[in-house]
C-alpha cells in the first residue's frame, strides 16, 4: 500500500500505459483520477476499479480542460498528490502525414506538440497550484525518443525532448521556490502498447515487424505497460522522496548502447 491515502491524477489512462498506471495505483491504496479523451474507454476502467477511482474528461492541450479539472479536484479532495502526465500522440494515428524531417506535415507537428508538450506543461503548472501547499509528485511520462533523434517521426521526438528538458525546470523551480514537490521523467521504449499498433501492421507482416524490432533489444522481447507503471510508481511514492529531475529509462537496455539508431 505504498500510496495509501494519495489523491492521483493519471492522463490518457483509458489504455496503454497509463491504464497500468491507475490500477496499479489503485491497488497500492490511491484514490485515482483517471482522465482521458476516450470517455467510453475510461469510464469502463474507472467503473471496474470501482470505489476510490473516478473518470474525468480531458483533454490536455485545452487549458479550459485543466482549470475545470483542478477546480474539481480542489473542490471534491482538496488537494493532488501525484500528477502522471502519461497522455501522449506519435502523429501516426492523429493524422495523414508525412512525419519525415523533409516533409512534415506543419498541422501533425502542431498537433502532436499541442498534446505532448504544452499538455505536460498545462499539467504541470496546475499540479504545482494544488500540490504547493502539501508537497507531491509529479511524474512526466517522456520517451527513448526524447533522447535519441527519429528521422520518421520528427514531431514526436521532439515533443518527448520538451517533455525531458521541461521536467528538469519544474524540479528546479519547485526546489528555489521551497515546494515540496518531486518532478521526474519516465523514458519507456519498446513498451507493447495500442500506439504501436499503427506501426506494426497485420498477419505475417506485423509478427516480422515485432521480431526485426526485438532483434535491437537486449533485453530480447517488448515490455508491458506494467513494467512502465512500475517505475512511475517508484516516483509516484515516498520512496523517492530526494529523487527529482532524473530520467528514468525503462527499455529493455536499448539505450545502453545495443542499438540506438531506429531503422526506417
Known amino acids: 500500500m505504498r500510496l495509501t491515502n494519495k489523491i492521483a491524477l493519471v492522463t490518457g489512462s483509458a489504455r496503454g500505459i497509463g491504464q497500468a498506471t491507475a490500477e496499479l495505483f489503485h491497488k497500492e491504496g490511491?484514490?485515482?483520477?483517471?482522465?482521458?479523451?476516450?470517455?467510453?474507454?475510461?469510464?469502463?476502467?474507472?467503473?471496474?476499479?470501482?470505489?476510490?477511482?473516478?473518470?474525468?474528461?480531458?483533454?490536455?492541450?485545452?487549458?479550459?480542460?485543466?482549470?475545470?479539472a483542478t477546480e474539481h479536484i480542489a473542490k471534491r479532495y482538496g488537494r493532488l498528490d501525484v500528477l502522471v502526465n502519461n497522455a501522449g500522440i506519435?502523429?501516426?494515428?492523429?493524422?495523414?502525414?508525412?512525419?519525415?524531417?523533409?516533409?512534415?506535415?506543419?498541422?501533425?507537428?502542431?498537433?502532436?506538440?499541442?498534446?505532448?508538450?504544452?499538455?505536460?506543461?498545462?499539467?504541470?503548472?496546475?499540479?504545482?497550484?494544488?500540490?504547493?501547499?502539501?508537497?507531491?509528485?509529479?511524474?512526466?511520462?517522456?520517451?527513448?525518443?526524447?533522447?535519441?533523434?527519429?528521422?520518421?517521426?520528427?514531431?514526436?521526438?521532439?515533443?518527448?525532448?520538451?517533455?525531458?528538458?521541461?521536467?528538469?525546470?519544474?524540479a528546479l523551480y519547485c526546489a528555489e521556490n521551497g515546494f515540496k514537490i518531486r518532478c521526474n521523467s519516465v523514458h519507456p521504449a519498446a513498451i507493447m502498447t495500442p500506439m504501436w499498433e499503427a506501426m506494426l501492421g497485420e498477419g505475417e507482416e506485423r509478427q516480422s515487424m515485432i521480431e526485426e524490432v526485438e532483434f535491437g533489444i537486449p533485453m530480447g522481447h517488448f515490455g508491458e505497460p506494467l513494467d512502465v507503471a512500475f517505475g512511475i510508481l517508484y516516483l509516484a511514492s515516498e520512496e523517492s522522496k530526494y529523487v527529482t529531475g532524473i530520467e528514468l529509462t525503462i527499455d529493455g537496455g536499448i539505450l545502453a548502447g545495443s542499438e540506438a539508431k531506429p531503422r526506417k
Open 30 to 68: 490511491a484514490t485515482v483520477l483517471i482522465s482521458d479523451i476516450l470517455d467510453n474507454e475510461g469510464r469502463k476502467v474507472a467503473e471496474q476499479l470501482g470505489e476510490k477511482a473516478e473518470y474525468l474528461h480531458l483533454d490536455v492541450g485545452n487549458e479550459d480542460h485543466w482549470i475545470s
Open 90 to 170: 506519435t502523429g501516426f494515428l492523429e493524422s495523414s502525414g508525412p512525419w519525415d524531417a523533409e516533409n512534415v506535415d506543419l498541422k501533425s507537428w502542431e498537433e502532436v506538440h499541442r498534446v505532448n508538450a504544452t499538455g505536460v506543461m498545462l499539467g504541470c503548472k496546475y499540479a504545482i497550484r494544488l500540490m504547493k501547499e502539501m508537497g507531491g509528485s509529479i511524474v512526466n511520462v517522456s520517451s527513448r525518443s526524447g533522447v535519441v533523434g527519429i528521422p520518421g517521426a520528427v514531431a514526436y521526438a521532439s515533443s518527448k525532448a520538451a517533455v525531458r528538458n521541461h521536467t528538469k525546470s519544474v
